[in-house]
């Protein structure tokens, strides 16, 4: 079992940046690969980057590629997604997921979720 938890969302403006932590418990972090999802008010789950286990590999949803950035530090069981360029359709709730497996951007492949953390940008 792993236990997720997320923190650093908050209110921003347009343009602005955030810095969103997830915190892992429970069983070896750097067995799995880490992902962050995020779903807006009534839309559907949507993928937006994901890292790999040691961290060398990363890929991001081609609507936040060149304005976020995913990286994880092993040593303390956390992946971070550094979001700048913050956009109003930026907003949603973001949510960490972990995977014992090679990259996917389909949520049903996760394993673990954490509880998400609000992101809200404003115009």
């Known amino acids: 079992q792993v236990q997720l938890v997320e923190s650093g969302g908050g209110l921003v403006q347009a343009g602005g940046s955030l810095r969103l932590s997830c915190l892992a418990s429970g069983r070896t972090f750097s067995i799995y690969g880490m992902a962050w999802f995020r779903q807006a008010p009534v839309k559907e789950r949507e993928f937006v980057a994901h890292?790999?286990?040691?961290?060398?590999?990363?890929y991001y949803a081609d609507s936040v590629k060149g304005r976020f950035t995913i990286s994880r530090d092993n040593a303390k069981a956390t992946m971070y997604l550094q979001s700048n360029s913050l956009k109003p359709e930026d907003t949603a709730v973001y949510y960490c997921?972990?995977?014992?497996?090679?990259?996917?951007?389909?949520?049903?492949?996760?394993?673990?979720w954490g509880q998400g953390t609000q992101v809200t940008v404003s115009s």
């Open positions: 890292i790999s286990q040691g961290g060398s590999s990363t």
């Open positions: 997921a972990a995977r014992a497996g090679p990259r996917s951007v389909v949520g049903g492949d996760y394993d673990y």
